[in-house]
């Protein structure tokens, strides 16, 4: 609440109103101070600031992605970034946006980053595929993570029941263990952009030293790429070190993909400016977090939005001066 408090102001100056020097004010939101959302945003935004004399962008921490969207719908922020399954969610009032819907309507930008999921037992069990999760204890990412919803998504397309899953509520920090003593017979994997792993997926791998990764039967992938709303990939085994894929060369995982989102009257000339110093300057992002440098490929930046989300017109026309395909709404 105090972080909300804080930006209450934020909104006052909005797209076209009065920065430092007579710059237009910017707020945009990620999440909290120790993720590399953050660390990302404001390297944004001093390079925005940098090489704008039009354009002063303050990157403010927050509880994360979901509280996020809400500061972005209500005023107290201009940019904000979700993942591709809540924003649809918002668009359509679903889920929790049905009882409290947004009053503005909202349009991607550009794809911030992917988050990789997979699911892990141990070579012990008798569970190989997703479809052998009927009467598991799994844990689907901690409660509240939007990989946890992903995850859940991706899931229900698997030839077995929800309900017949037991769900388990552990932080990441408590997967290995409860792996390992066997108080769950799932956990999770995440990867950042497929190239990151956090420290409690390389400490449980040093726990567990017959992990062994869960597939994706090809039915089950098929039903996943007709849903419009939630991602995946394959990734070869060499580049998810780690997990055993027993004789797979390669393995489907979830992701997540966030994105950047605006409010539909944002400014066109504003945001066009801000995309251009980006795509001119990634070498300078990277400085303040490495992921940035996926910014570079213009099949990152635009291959990944979602087909059932608008585009802001001004991020349309970035993506044909610089040659992007992006996805039709």
């Known amino acids: 609440m105090g972080t909300v408090g804080a930006l209450g102001l934020a909104g006052c100056t909005g797209p076209l ?117 009927a009467g598991a204890a799994v844990s689907p990412n901690p409660v509240g993570t939007a990989m946890r919803d992903v995850m859940l998504e991706h899931l229900s397309h ?78 070869d085994a060499s580049t998810m070190e780690g997990p055993n894929y027993g004789d797979r060369t390669e393995e489907w995982w979830t992701d997540t993909v966030y994105v950047t989102f605006v409010r539909s009257e944002m400014d066109q000339e504003v945001l066009s400016e801000i995309l251009t110093i980006m795509w001119d300057n990634v070498e300078s992002l990277t400085e303040y977090h490495s992921l940035a440098s996926a910014w570079q490929k213009k099949s990152f930046l635009s291959g990944k939005l979602s087909p059932a989300i608008p585009i802001h017109p001004a991020a349309k026309n970035f993506f044909d001066d610089i040659g992007a395909d992006y996805p039709s709404s």
């Open 17 to 133: 109103g009065g920065g430092s020097g007579g710059r237009s004010a910017l707020t945009m939101m990620t999440s909290t101070e120790d993720t590399a959302a953050y660390q990302m945003s404001q390297g944004l935004a001093a390079v925005v600031n940098e090489n704008s004399d039009s354009i002063q962008i303050s990157a403010r921490p927050g509880d994360g992605a979901k509280q996020s969207m809400r500061l972005l719908d209500s005023g107290e922020a201009d940019l904000a970034y979700t993942d591709t399954l809540n924003a649809y969610r918002i668009t359509n009032d679903k889920g929790a946006y049905g009882d409290k819907p947004f009053d503005n309507d909202i349009q991607q930008v550009w794809h911030y980053y992917d988050i990789q999921g997979g699911l892990v037992t141990r070579e012990s069990t008798d569970i190989r595929t997703v479809n052998d999760l």
């Open 158 to 235: 698997a030839d077995f029941n929800l309900d017949d899953m037991q769900e388990l509520a552990l932080g990441y920090g408590e997967e290995a263990s409860a792996l390992a003593e066997g108080r769950a017979d799932a956990v999770t994997d995440i990867r950042i952009n497929a190239e990151l792993t956090p420290s409690y997926v390389q400490e449980q791998y040093s726990i567990v030293e017959d992990a062994w990764l869960i597939g994706w039967p090809d039915s089950t992938v098929s039903s996943i790429q007709d849903d419009d709303t939630i991602n995946g990939s394959y990734y």
